[in-house]
Nanobody, 121 residues
Framework: QVQLVESGGGLVQAGGSLRLSCAAS????????MGWFRQAPGKEREFVAA????????IYTNSVKGRFTISRDYAKNTLYLQMNSLKPDDTAVYYC??????????????WGQGTQVTISS
């Protein structure tokens, strides 16, 4: 079974930056995209960004456009999320996922365990 392992979370002040990584133990032909979701306490899991594994097309939720950048290293089976100009509202557990090129969580069938991102004001 393919495993996704996130890293790079932590505590930073507002305005700071973090880079999340997601290492996949292998790659499956059923994946056409990888993405990031996040879940804040008391809220539902929400889409952050996704990238097509072939071609590199990207989609972002509006609240992170211009601040976050999703990228992937195909040879290393690793997904990244560069987060700049962080805000307290970005505080959440961030999850890596793999599946179809979409912003809907039901289109992703492999998930990591999550990494905590906390932004202090």
């Amino acid at each position: 079974q393919v495993q996704l392992v996130e890293s790079g979370g932590g505590l930073v002040q507002a305005g700071g930056s973090l880079r999340l990584s997601c290492a996949a133990s292998s790659r499956t032909v059923s994946w056409s995209a990888m993405g990031w979701f996040r879940q804040a306490p008391g809220k539902e899991r929400e889409f952050v960004a996704a990238i097509a594994l072939i071609g590199g097309s990207t989609i972002y939720t509006n609240s992170v456009k211009g601040r976050f950048t999703i990228s992937r290293d195909y040879a290393k089976n690793t997904l990244y999320l560069q987060m700049n100009s962080l805000k307290p509202d970005d505080t959440a557990v961030y999850y890596c996922a793999a599946g179809r090129y979409s912003s809907l969580p039901q289109h992703f069938n492999s998930w990591g365990q999550g990494t905590q991102v906390t932004i202090s004001s």
